[in-house]
C-alpha cells in the first residue's frame, strides 16, 4: 500500500457523565494508507464508531472530547483544531458514510439539492449549471440509474440502496483523501450490499482514496479489507493484515468472534458462545476488559492491563494485547 | 394414517390496496404474498428469506393470524386457521406463538418480567398463584435467566437478556410452533450464537417447530432444515437447506446465496451482483417478476409467463423457474 495517509496516535476520548469521566476510546493508534482499506471491528460499545467521530471531531456534546492523543492527516495534527479549520477538513479531506441512509439525508431538499451543496462547499463560486451537471455525474459514478431525473427525486422517493448510494455522492463530491464509512451496509439487502461494497473498491482503484470501514461483520472485512484493528472495551485488542489475523487469531476475543459466526458454507450443529455480556462503560477498570467472558483468563489478566506484542502469525504488523497468548490454561 | 403436518400453508394471499390518485378515489393493489403453499413438519424448522419488501413479514403475520388472507388457508395441525371458533382461536393462541425483531420494542416496559412471561398462561389456563410461579420459574431457567430476575423490569436487562426474556414468554405456554421474525439481528454479534444456540436446544428438549425469518444467510443455515427464498409476494423455491446452499437452482436463489460473505481470505469472492433493484411491488414486472434482473434470462418466455412450481428430484425440493435444471 502507498504512503500513510492518517495516522491516529494514542487517541482518548472520555465521556463526561454525570456519574463520572468515562474513557470510551483508550489509547488506540492505528493508521491507513493511500489506496488501502482498513476494517474496525467491534461490538456496540467497543469505542469504533467514538473513534470514527473523535476523527471527524464531532463527538456528542457536550459531554464528549479528546482527552489526549494525536489525530494526523499527512502529518498535520487535527486535535485541537479549531471547528472552523475543521471545516475545511470535513468532506474536503475525511469524507463519512453514516449507517442508516434514512436519517443522513434532509428529508425537505431534492438528492441534487444536497449533492450540489457537498459540491459548492469545495468549488466556491461555480456556476448552478455547472454544479447540477457535475452531480449528475457524482450519481452516475456510484451508479445511481436515471441520474439525470433522480437528482430531483426526494429522498422519500428512493429506496435504502438507492439513498445510500447518494450519501456516497455526497461523501465523495470533495474528492476526500480519506473515507470514514460507519456500517453503511448494514441497513441495506444482502444483495444491496453487495453491489454496495463493489462500489467502494470501484471508488477506491479509480481515486486512490483510503477507506476507514467499520462494521462488525467480519465476512465484509475478509471481502474488503486489506487491514483490520478489533476494538474491545474502547481498546484495540488485535491488529494485523487480514490474512495474518484470520489465519492467526490471538487474542481470545477475535477468536471467538471468528468461531461464534454461524458458516454459510456448512451446516454446525452448534454454535462457539462467547458466555456474558459486553462490557459496560466504567471509569475504573483494572486488567484485561475482556478477562470475565475468556475462557483462558489468568489471575494477571484480572489485575494487570496487557501489553501490545508480537501476535500467533509471527509477521511484523501483526499484534495484540493479550497476557496468555499461548492459551496454557 | 399420519398426522398431518404441524403447519401447511396453501395458495395463501394477501393483497393491500393503496389509494392514489385525486382524494385517493383510484386504488392501487399491492401483491404482498401472492399464492405461496408449503408445509412444515413437527420439530422441524423452515426459514424464510428475501430481500425486504418480500413478504416475508406479512406471510409471518397471516400465520400468526394477525392478518387475515385476502384468499388461501393456513392449517395448524390440519385445521384451517380462518373459520376457528371462539375456543378453537384460544387454544391457537397458546399453540402459536412469536419473537420479534427487537427486544426493546416488544417488551411492555411497565411490566415486570414475572407478568410478561406469565401472561399467555394467566390468560389462558386457571393455575393457582404457586403453580404460576413455578411455570414461570422453569421458563426463565429454561431461557439461561435466574428466577430472582422475575421482579426486574424490562430495562434491567442488557439486550440479549431482553430477547431470552421474549422467548421465556413464548415457550411458558409449551407451544407447538414459533415464529420467530429476525429474532438476533438486534443483538451484538456475540451475543447472537449465545441465542441461536438456546433455540436449537428448546427444539431438542420439547420438539417444537419453527418459522423463522432472517436476512443473514449464516443464521440460515444453521437454524433451518428446509428454506423458502421468496421474491415480490412469491415463493421462488424451497427445498432442504443442504441442498439449496449446495446447489440452488433458481437464479434469484443462487444470487441471493451466493451475496452471503464468507469468513475466508484471500481467494476471491464469486458472487453473482444482482443489477438494479427490487421493483416496485406495485406494478410487479410481468411474466417471471425476476427477469427484469436475472442472469439466466431466457427471453421472451420469461416476460410473458410466469414460470409454473415444478419439482426436482424430490418433492421436496420445488421451484418456479422457466430454466432446465
Known sequence: MGETILQVKNLCTVLDLSSGTVPVVNDVSFDVGVGETLGIVGESGSGKSMTALSIMQVLPKPIGRIASGQILLEGTDLVGMSNQQMGQIRGREIGMILQDPHTSLNPVFTVGNQVIEALEINNPGTARKTLRAHAIDALKKVNVADAERRIDAYPHQMSGGMKQRVVGAIAIAGAPKVIIADEPTTALDVTIQLQYLQLLRDIQDETGTAIIFITHDLGIVANLCHRLVVMYGGKIVESGTVADVFGAPSHPYTEALLKSVPSVDQKLDRLYAIDGQPPALISDRVGCSFAPRCPYALDICRNQVPQESDALSGAKSHRASCWNMERTT | MMAPPILEVSDLTRHFTIPHGLLGRQEHIVRAVDKVGFSLEHGQTLALVGESGCGKTTLARMLLK???????TVKIEGKDVGTMSKAEIRQFRTNVQAVFQDPWASLSPRMRVFDIVAETLVINDNLTKGELTRRVDEALIAVGLRPDQAKNYPHEFSGGQRQRVAIASAIIAKPK??????????????????IMNLFKDL????????????????????????????YLGKLVEIG???????APCHPYT???????LPLRVGKAHEAIVLRGEVPSPVNPPTGCPFHPRCQSVLGEICKTSPPAPKELGSQNHIMSCHIDV
Open chain 2, 66 to 72: 394477525l392478518l387475515t388472507p385476502t384468499s388461501g
Open chain 2, 177 to 194: 410452533l414459533i415464529i420467530l421474525d429476525e429474532p438476533v439481528s438486534a443483538l451484538d454479534v456475540s451475543i447472537r450464537s449465545q
Open chain 2, 203 to 230: 427444539q431438542d428438549d420439547v420438539g417444537c417447530s419453527y418459522v423463522i425469518v432472517a436476512h443473514d444467510l449464516g443464521t440460515t443455515r444453521f437454524m433451518a432444515d428446509r428454506i423458502a427464498v421468496m
Open chain 2, 240 to 246: 432442504p437447506t443442504d441442498d439449496m446452499f449446495d
Open chain 2, 254 to 260: 443462487q444470487a441471493l446465496l451466493s451475496a452471503a
